[in-house]
């Protein structure tokens, strides 16, 4: 599966921004998409997911309420949708995907396929 992420940018404390992930490969319905960042010095943080065929989706208590996944399957795209946006969101923002399994363990690990990362700014 080839990843690619874009819609990365500087915004204000408050702002909403929307990254989009282009996806492409074989057997897709097979995947879920994840959605990761990275800040400075910091761990990669899991956002949320969303599985190809049903829509499903699962987030992380610390952006749930302010980000929302979704995805387009005739556009071969999922999206982040960023609302409140705070200073410590800042980081390097990323999608994955992960074949569907029985055990999700929900961490970077499981992940084999990575886009390349867009870079989110929230100045205060």
């Known amino acids: 599966v080839q990843l690619q992420a874009s819609g990365g940018g500087t915004v204000q404390a408050g702002d909403s921004l929307r990254l989009s992930c282009a996806v492409s490969g074989r057997s897709l319905r097979s995947y879920t998409i994840g959605w990761f960042r990275q800040g400075s010095g910091k761990a990669r943080e899991l956002l949320g997911t969303i599985s190809w065929t049903l829509g499903r989706t699962y987030y992380e208590d610390s952006v749930k309420g302010r980000f929302t996944i979704s995805r387009d399957n005739d556009k071969h795209t999922v999206y982040l949708q960023m609302n409140s946006l705070r200073s410590e969101d800042t980081a390097v923002y990323y999608c994955?995907?992960?074949?569907?399994?029985?055990?999700?363990?929900?961490?970077?690990?499981?992940?084999?396929?990575w886009g390349q990362g867009t870079l989110v700014t929230v100045s205060s």
């Open positions: 994955a995907a992960r074949r569907n399994t029985v055990v999700v363990l929900n961490t970077a690990q499981e992940y084999g396929d």
